[in-house]
């Protein structure tokens, strides 16, 4: 289970009712999705730098390592992970140029979803043989529309 210590702003995982606090340098540490591959633990999440309150990197953590999915200079967030194998996929957005974007990222190689220019969030990843599926949401007309994408 994976959640957050608010008091001290800090990502927090249990195993066995044992907490583990997951750390950035000078930030304040938020997880959102686990996953377990063998022994390994996963979990998505963001860091959000104190000195630059509210600006948050997208990252995830193997084993308590911390992994940055972005620089930092755009206010992004990992919301759900899943392993392949070696291949860790993990689902989130940024905002960048006042566009927040649905992404995910494979091996920490970034790849937008829809067309990049409407407000969207990617929510939850799934894989099924080769096929990457991801669900979110995208501003519409009407306001937000859940959508699921299919390999992009």
């Known amino acids: 289970m994976c959640g957050n210590d608010y008091v001290n702003n800090l990502a927090v995982y249990w195993k066995n009712g044992v907490p583990f606090t997951l750390t950035a340098p000078s930030a304040r540490t938020y997880s959102l999705s686990m996953f377990v591959s063998g022994t390994d633990v996963y979990i998505a999440g963001y860091s959000e730098d104190v000195t630059r309150p509210f600006r948050q ?6 084993n308590g390592s911390m992994v940055t999915l ?29 566009t927040q974007t649905a992404k995910y990222w494979k091996n920490g190689v970034p790849v937008v979803l829809g067309n990049g220019t409407a407000y969207a969030e ?4 799934a894989l099924s043989g080769n096929t990457v599926y991801v669900a979110g949401y995208e501003d519409g007309p009407s306001g937000q529309i859940a959508k699921y994408w299919k390999n992009n």
Do not use: F, L, P
Not at 77 to 97: F, L
Not at 122 to 125: F, K, P
């Open 70 to 98: 972005t620089d930092g200079t755009t206010n992004a967030i990992a919301n759900s992970i899943i392993v392949n194998g070696t291949d860790v996929y993990v689902a989130g957005r940024e905002n960048a140029g006042g």
């Open 57 to 62: 990197q997208a990252v995830y953590w193997k």
């Open 122 to 125: 990617a929510t939850s990843i």
